[in-house]
């Protein structure tokens, strides 16, 4: 292990990054509410400000993994679908079978330049977390309970707000709801079997009706469908942990694009589009079993430098009084102080270490756990 290899390995340095992103977060989020007033007056300026803010605190996790991890991202795709990336609106379909499929997804928004404008569909109670949930909610984020009556609506008038939206967006979409889990995937075969459905073998059944609200809503905003599927080569699991310890991972993710017009509008027509793009997508996961690649030819989107500039100016800013701080108080003598200062800092580092552990496979929700969760279809 070499010298730079073992310093990421610190917890010390992780503690840093991650007091860099909650105190920069915190002061984004206070920006972002300070930007109220002026959505009465233009929301087309607040928008494209709230843009701007959201975009430094996701880029700050995008550079953990490009620049800190220095993890590999290869782009399987169509080279006459490439020069579109990133100048139309979007939906993006993602597989959830990895911890950090979602830092991925926003990495490919990064490389694009849409990542500060990018949509997901979150469940409400995410709404009320701090720095990423009030980020999404100055973005305009569809929030969802998971009952379909209210979604349905929920959804609806949320993407139709987006129709006016200044800048590209892309919306990133998990039509399987939940993480792939071995106990959920069986759960979710059995409501194959029992709807006479072809099975998966890397996926569960997607779920199709907020698949066709997100389609019917966003016609005429977004011009297409990125049917997008993840992989990490040598069968490798990453996770958030192994990025901050500076642990290099290669993801391998094939895009295909697909006009909007070619997906029916027919709720029941949609839906059986959509299964039959989850087994295509399983072929596609199959091959790449066989032959450690996607189909396809190998685009190269280059590493932008904002998401390490930005990073960069937050610890710059917020460090250095840190710094003088601590220098403060260990100068100080006072037992009391520096007592108090280690309690701080051990509970920083549970926080911190509570806050990797939600992004474990292991942590998931139990949505999709039982079959009457996924047989909503």
């Not at 100048?87 to 499929?101: G, M, W």
């Not at 830092?103 to 694009?112: D, S």
């Not at 009706?209 to 016609?219: A, I, N, P």
Request: charged share 20%.
């Amino acid at each position: 292990m070499g010298f730079l290899q073992l310093l990421k390995s610190q917890f010390l340095c992780h503690l840093i990054i991650c007091y860099v992103f909650l105190v920069s977060g915190l002061i984004i989020n206070l920006l972002q509410l300070c930007t109220l007033p002026v959505w009465l007056v233009s929301k087309q300026l607040a928008r494209r400000i709230n843009i701007r803010l959201a975009y430094c605190i996701s880029s700050q996790m995008v550079a953990t993994l490009e620049w800190w991890s220095g993890t590999e991202c290869t782009l399987y795709t169509d080279p006459k679908s490439y020069p579109l990336y990133g100048k139309e609106n979007a939906i993006v379909v993602l597989n959830h079978s990895f911890e950090i499929d979602f830092l991925c997804g926003w990495t490919f928004c990064e490389r694009f330049g849409v990542l500060g404008s990018s949509k997901v569909l979150a469940k409400k109670q995410l709404a009320y977390v701090p720095i990423i949930g009030w980020m999404w909610y100055f973005l305009e984020i569809v929030f969802c309970k998971r009952k379909w009556e209210e979604d349905r609506r929920t959804v609806n008038e949320s993407l139709q707000k987006l129709r006016d939206y200044p800048e590209n967006f892309w919306f990133l979409l998990y039509c399987e709801g939940t993480r792939f889990t071995p106990k959920k995937h069986q759960v979710s075969m059995q409501v194959a079997e029992s709807k006479g459905l072809p099975k998966l073998k890397y996926h569960l059944l997607p779920r199709t009706k907020g698949f066709w609200v997100t389609v019917q809503s966003l016609r005429g905003t977004a011009a297409a469908v990125y049917d997008s599927t993840l992989n990490f080569r040598n069968n490798e699991m990453p996770t958030l942990l192994g990025l901050l310890n500076g642990k290099k991972y290669h993801a391998d993710l094939y895009v295909r694009r697909i006009p909007l017009e070619l997906i029916p509008e027919d709720e029941k027509e949609c839906a059986e589009w959509l299964h039959k793009l989850y087994q295509e997508k399983d072929s596609f996961q199959e091959h790449y079993a066989k032959t450690g690649r996607f189909p396809g030819p190998i685009m190269s989107p280059p590493r932008r430098p904002w998401s390490l500039i930005n990073w960069l100016f937050w610890s710059c800013l917020l460090l250095y009084p840190l710094g003088l701080l601590l220098t403060q108080l260990i100068s100080s003598g006072s037992v009391f102080t520096i007592i108090a200062s280690v309690a701080v800092c051990s509970a920083a580092s549970l926080g911190v270490r509570w806050m990797i552990g939600q992004t474990e496979i292991k942590r998931a929700s139990n949505y999709g756990n039982k079959e009457i969760s996924l047989n909503n279809n």
